[in-house]
């Protein structure tokens, strides 16, 4: 279409939806309302998955060898008869002792890959008491100078240092979680009682605060000899853990190292595959009510269309003997629903920037699955591009609906009707 | 005679139904440029469903409608609107401009469709349409803001927008005090004498369809007569 003919057909739509003030204000504010609401909510949802995939990106290590595998060891029977039916009775699984066979040479293999570090550890649970106070915890046991190049651990620290570990005896730095539920601060000192019975006195040389609640409240660091000797598993690892310098290859890294070593080996995206599974269940159910809101502020859309036909069937007619085509009266009604929806995506961006800025001023602190201090915003041009599309698509089909009618009128049979 | 511009033949209108209506019953003529015409005859009697059919506002049941030579029946309903556009002009009993619009937007609209025009062209010919038919001051008044007969003047204007060959009326002076409806008239005779335009206009009123040179008498869906009234 030339833009001589679309600025004709946007006049006509212009000057009956002039015609019509107070039912195109509706309208228009009906998609704007719909407009804001999803860059304010989709703005806040978006900010705070994001700042939390970003925490985790930045706390938790990018990859993970851990001690399992992912699938139980074939059976040699099956192995040998493949395709039989072969039926295993009594199977009992053979007793093994937990952890990363050979951990030293896996590490060297691993750390020789290039782009990345790698860290061993021994993760284990333990009660930590302090007081009348017993609480469970995640012991992890680190060896410091590697540790610090996989984990952002030492700038975690609100107090102490990663070093402390191996210049304090028996020292351990909790989460700040952990320490606010024992009540125990810095240089005081806490019985560590391990699932075999053992028993250690450590003293708190750091607490480090991710921000994430659930590490936080749960993980306690310690020498990784100390650990082993207090889980009973000598010169044990069961965790290899990798940071990368490029996040985004994490997961074809992680299935790489798994075939080579045959551990499971795990992504960040898989570790937190249930969060993430959840936040793209929270972004549908967005989607799908801020849909609902511009679809039923279509409905005014639509309204004022079918209104603005049946009263100008004359002027339709009028305009078809004089030459106007079918499809120029379709654009003309689909060209107003689509300035409706233009109209109001304006207006929308406007009012939806302006609630993101007031919220973006609010402060408060709060312990959800992360620690917030405000309301956590995205401001992407994409929020508003998505807005901007759905309003106009939305209301321009809404505008369509009606426009078909408009364009099938017969002007023979308004003409004869008369005024 | 020159060949003609318009040319009916055995032409038939019949709205279907429970009981069909026949508007228009094999009617036949052909119209030259230069024609003055007029369409009589009593209510009911088919005269402005023969000027839809002429005008390629309606569809004939059967029959043809050539214009310029060209069969019309076969094509699309773009290239009908096609051809109302660039070569036909309709005046109804009722002006039926839009009312949102200014005089000047009114009669841009079918020059603005056409697009034969620039801007300033189109401008310049409204402002010249206007003048010719004495409402060079009416412009930028919107339609409520006339009388009945410059309402109507505007619409003949409208339809002279895109220089078409022929002019249909429909009853254009039905709502118009005597003199105005001889003002409105004598444009269209002007138009059918001096331009060469052929005018074919449907009216009740006999004394105005005396003043044409052709006029055609209807009954019953039938041309009665058509008879050549000045030599």
Redesign the interface.
Known sequence: MKAADLRLLADLGLSHLARRRRQTAVSVLGIMLGVAAFLVISSLMFGFQNDFIRRVIDVSPHVQMLDEYRAPPAQPALSAYPGAAVEIVGLRPKQELRGIRDPGKRLAEIQAMPGLNAAPSLQGQAILRFGSTDIAATLIGVEPELEARVSNIERDLIAGSLGALKTTANGVILGVGLARKLGIGMNDTLTVVSPTGAVLRMKVAGLRKTGITAIDSVQAYALLKKVQVLLARANVVNRINMRLADVTTARELAARIETLNGYRTESWEEANQEILGLFIVQRAIMFSVISAILIVASFGIFNVISTVIHEKARDIAILKSIGFFERDLRRVFVLEGALVGIAGALLGAGLGSAIISALARVRFEMDLIATIQGFVLERSWWLYAIAGVMAVTVSAFAAWLPARHAADLQPVDILRGGP | MSAPVLEIREVTRRLAGVVPVTLVDGATAAFAPGDFVTITGPSGSGK?SLL?LL?L??RPTAGEVLLEGRATATLG??EL??????R?G?V???H?L????TVR?NIA??M????RLGRAGIAERAEGLLDRLGLADKLDKTPDQLSGGERQRVAVA?ALANDPAIILA?EPTGNLDSRNAHNVFDIFASLARSEGKTVIIVTHEADLAEEADIRIEMLDGRIREMRRQHA
């Open positions: 402005s839809y005008g506002i309606d309903s773009d609107a096609a051809l109302r556009l660039s036909l309709c109804f009993q009722f039926f839009l009312a949102e619009l937007d609209l079918p603005r469709r056409l697009a409208r429909d």
